[in-house]
């Protein structure tokens, strides 16, 4: 068991060494790729660290671009991992310095992105471990329960939070998971600023692919 535990991570990681390039910003459906390949994608509430996750997993500053400004991605960011397979930063939901119609503009582009994207295999719903899962995460769950679309919890900032204070968390959040229908039962911890546990994240996405 521990043998195969260590070639996923492996692979994983071989994975993420990869050549990973940007592709474009949708700002509307018909942007889109096409669907020819596997695709993830990273979501959370404004300012949850997904930017910073994802330069993290793929060891470059500057892949995804972070802003101390809340709400600053405002469109459906694609990269391509290794010609295998779509990464996708989609807005941040929750709050964003900007006029309500262009929020509700990208909400929009969200929502009708989750529901129709047939080879979407998996979101990855960052969670700020300081915080746990907020009503508006509740939102996005339960648009992902509704278009059945697989999705997992990532916690983010873990250093941040004492040992304790994080288990509470993990308890508190598997409780709530088990209302939803699409929810994988798997949470995942992270630390984009000191690099934990980024690898075990890796080796999910290598198992979708």
């Not at 459906?76 to 310095?97: R, S, T």
């Not at 059945?148 to 288990?167: F, G, R, W």
């Not at 929810?183 to 994240?201: M, V």
Request: proline share 2%; with cysteine.
């Amino acid at each position: 068991m521990e043998n195969n535990e260590n070639e996923r991570i492996k692979k994983g990681i071989e994975l993420f060494n990869k050549r990973c390039d940007f592709v474009l910003s949708v700002a509307s459906l018909k942007q889109l790729p096409l669907d020819d390949k596997t695709e993830i994608a990273f979501a959370g509430r404004s300012n949850v660290g997904k930017s910073s996750l994802i330069n993290a997993l793929f060891g470059q500053r500057k892949l995804a671009k972070t802003s101390s400004t809340p709400g600053r991605t405002q469109q459906l960011n694609y990269f391509n991992l290794n010609d295998k397979i779509y990464v996708v930063d989609l807005p941040g939901y929750g709050f964003a310095k900007a006029p309500k119609e262009i929020v509700k503009s990208w909400q929009k582009l969200i929502n009708t992105y989750l529901v129709g994207r047939a080879n979407l295999r998996r979101v990855f719903l960052l969670i700020d471990s300081r915080h746990g899962i907020k009503k508006v995460d509740e939102e996005i769950m339960e648009i992902l329960d509704t278009a059945a679309v697989t999705y997992q919890i990532v916690l983010t900032k873990i250093d941040k939070i004492s040992e304790k204070e994080l288990n509470k968390i993990i308890s508190d959040t598997k409780e709530k998971l088990s209302k939803h229908t699409a929810a994988h039962i798997n949470i995942l911890k992270t630390s984009s600023e000191k690099n934990l546990y980024l690898d075990e994240l890796k080796a999910e996405v290598f198992d979708l692919l």
